[in-house]
């Protein structure tokens, strides 16, 4: 099943590679991993999305809060959340095939970023599944290049 979880940890050195290497040790792979600082400077957010077994999931989110950096988890499995990913992609854009990449980019509500003599740069965000669209309808044009940030994801209401 797959799950996103929040942890809350203190913003420090090691913290990632401390939290990362509970989950390899486990022999679970990470799905996805985001992390950024919140409202307070002294406190970052991880976002990790993981495919696993309830039951070994829930000794690892246990484990998780017994670390001293890591000031809470929240496992969002079987809650109401909102997740995005965001995504830059580079697509090889002829002047011939600029206006239809637009149109493209209109439909999924993605923005042109950066315009060159032979490509252009597509900021898209949403969900996994969006993404994956984008990237499948884009393939035809030509990409040259593609990043992803991972998912972010916010419980709705006032959980988290």
Do not use: W
Not at 81 to 103: I, N, Q, S
Not at 126 to 138: I, N, P, S
């Amino acid at each position: 099943m797959r799950h996103v979880m929040c942890v809350l940890v203190e913003n420090r050195p090691g913290v990632l590679a401390h939290i990362s290497g509970l989950f390899s040790s486990r022999g679970y792979n990470i799905d996805s991993l985001a992390v950024g600082r919140t409202e307070n400077p002294n406190i970052s957010r991880m976002t990790i999305v993981v495919d696993g077994d309830e039951v070994i999931l829930e000794q690892i989110r246990k484990q998780l809060e017994r670390l001293v950096p890591v000031l809470r988890v929240t496992d969002f499995y079987g809650q109401e959340y909102v997740e995005r990913d965001l995504m830059l992609v580079k697509v090889a854009a002829t002047p011939a095939k600029r206006l239809e990449l637009m149109g493209l980019v209109d439909v999924f509500r993605a923005k042109v970023v950066h315009v060159g003599a032979r490509e252009m740069i597509i900021e898209v965000s949403g969900t996994e599944d969006k993404l994956e669209a984008m990237v499948e309808l884009l393939a035809s044009y030509g990409i040259k290049e593609l990043v992803r940030t991972g998912t972010v994801a916010m419980l709705r209401g006032n959980g988290g």
